[in-house]
């Protein structure tokens, strides 16, 4: 076996007090520390995800497991990198892309309806427009890791009770998702739920929600679950019982990517930290998103 590395968790790049040249905004809060960069007006932030060890997939009691989500592994994220904190929005895409191709348009709410393949071409070109920048996906592990930030129970707040399909209570102050919604919807654009069975909230119509609205996890991170699934770097690995160092699943051309965090119309149990996706990259869905990512070179 590997010799686990040596990980200085406390580092991060903005110890010697020099932010990177691209950084319109940096600093340090009790949720950790944060750089900014802001193109066309419209402001990023970004939070530091420091390296560590975290068990990835589920154990079998968690309520709503699929069986892809094991074995529960240990996995040493060796490299800190920093990581969008919310989706990543309208304004953003159309200052860098000059298109919204969103069904629920709105400059806060997060760009949907973006297949895989379009995220490379706008990675592309932010960071042609940025340079230094250099954003990209995060891995399936880096996400994984950043959405539980430190936790190991099936939410970054506690354990989840699902009582119905579509009604998981822990979940309604974290997460926009098919049991509420459509609470308080503010856009005539909206998709009929008045047929979705379960709902912690029965609405005729729902959709997705401005970023930012519901607490974020420990590590300063709005939107990891519900709103907009989110695109990661790679194709989806087979879980075993060992322990592995910054895994990463297949990156053929072409191949299926994953998917993470369940999304406003999913059920409970797809919105769980644990839980994984697999589609084609040229996927484009009203209910799929992205979140960008830096790793610190």
Same mark, same amino acid.
């Given at each position: 076996?590997?010799?686990?590395?040596?990980?200085?968790?406390?580092? $991060?790049?903005?110890?010697?007090?020099?932010?990177?040249?691209?950084?319109?905004?940096?600093?340090?809060?009790?949720?950790?520390?944060?750089?900014?960069?802001?193109?066309?007006?419209?402001?990023?932030?970004? !939070?530091? #995800?420091?390296? +560590?060890?975290?068990?990835?997939?589920?154990?079998?009691?968690?309520?709503?497991?699929?069986?892809?989500?094991?074995?529960?592994?240990? =996995?040493? #994220?060796?490299? +800190?990198?920093?990581?969008?904190?919310?989706?990543?929005?309208?304004?953003?895409?159309?200052? =860098?892309?000059?298109?919204?191709?969103?069904?629920?348009?709105?400059? !806060?709410?997060?760009?949907? @309806? #973006?297949?895989?393949?379009?995220?490379?071409?706008?990675?592309?070109?932010?960071?042609?427009?940025? %340079?230094?920048?250099?954003?990209?996906?995060?891995? &399936?592990?880096?996400? &994984? $890791?950043?959405?539980?930030?430190?936790?190991?129970?099936?939410?970054?707040?506690?354990? #989840?009770?699902?009582?119905?399909? !579509?009604?998981? %209570?822990?979940? /309604?102050?974290?997460?926009?998702?098919?049991?509420?919604?459509? =609470?308080?919807?503010?856009?005539?654009?909206?998709?009929?739920?008045?047929?979705?069975?379960?709902?912690?909230?029965?609405?005729?119509?729902?959709?997705?929600?401005?970023? +930012?609205?519901?607490?974020?996890?420990?590590?300063?991170?709005? /939107?990891?679950?519900?709103?907009?699934?989110?695109?990661?770097? &790679?194709?989806? !690995?087979?879980?075993?019982? /060992?322990? =592995?160092?910054?895994?990463?699943?297949?990156?053929?051309?072409?191949?299926?990517?994953?998917?993470? +965090?369940?999304?406003?119309?999913?059920?409970?149990?797809?919105?769980?930290?644990?839980?994984?996706?697999?589609?084609?990259?040229?996927? @484009?869905?009203?209910?799929?998103?992205?979140?960008?990512?830096?790793?610190?070179?």
């Amino acid at each position: 076996m590997q010799t686990p590395p040596v990980i200085n968790t406390a580092w $991060h790049p903005l110890a010697s007090g020099n932010p990177p040249a691209w950084a319109d905004e940096w600093g340090q809060d009790r949720r950790g520390v944060f750089v900014a960069f802001t193109l066309e007006k419209v402001t990023q932030r970004l !939070r530091w #995800i420091p390296p +560590g060890l975290f068990k990835m997939g589920s154990p079998e009691n968690e309520p709503g497991r699929w069986d892809d989500e094991g074995p529960q592994h240990k =996995v040493y #994220i060796t490299q +800190g990198f920093w990581l969008a904190d919310t989706p990543c929005t309208q304004a953003l895409w159309e200052a =860098v892309m000059g298109n919204n191709p969103s069904r629920f348009k709105s400059p !806060r709410r997060p760009v949907e @309806q #973006i297949s895989w393949n379009d995220v490379q071409t706008f990675l592309q070109t932010i960071n042609a427009k940025q %340079p230094g920048l250099d954003l990209c996906l995060p891995t &399936e592990a880096q996400w &994984e $890791h950043a959405c539980r930030a430190g936790t190991d129970t099936a939410l970054y707040t506690g354990p #989840i009770e699902i009582i119905g399909e !579509r009604n998981a %209570p822990a979940l /309604d102050s974290i997460a926009w998702y098919g049991g509420n919604s459509g =609470v308080g919807f503010d856009l005539e654009e909206g998709e009929d739920s008045s047929s979705w069975k379960e709902m912690q909230y029965p609405n005729p119509k729902s959709g997705t929600r401005e970023v +930012g609205k519901k607490k974020p996890n420990p590590w300063g991170l709005h /939107d990891m679950l519900g709103n907009v699934w989110e695109w990661c770097a &790679e194709g989806m !690995r087979t879980y075993s019982a /060992d322990t =592995v160092f910054d895994p990463v699943g297949p990156m053929d051309a072409g191949a299926g990517r994953v998917l993470r +965090g369940g999304s406003w119309n999913y059920d409970a149990r797809r919105c769980r930290s644990a839980f994984r996706s697999l589609n084609q990259p040229d996927l @484009q869905n009203y209910y799929v998103g992205f979140r960008c990512a830096r790793v610190q070179s």
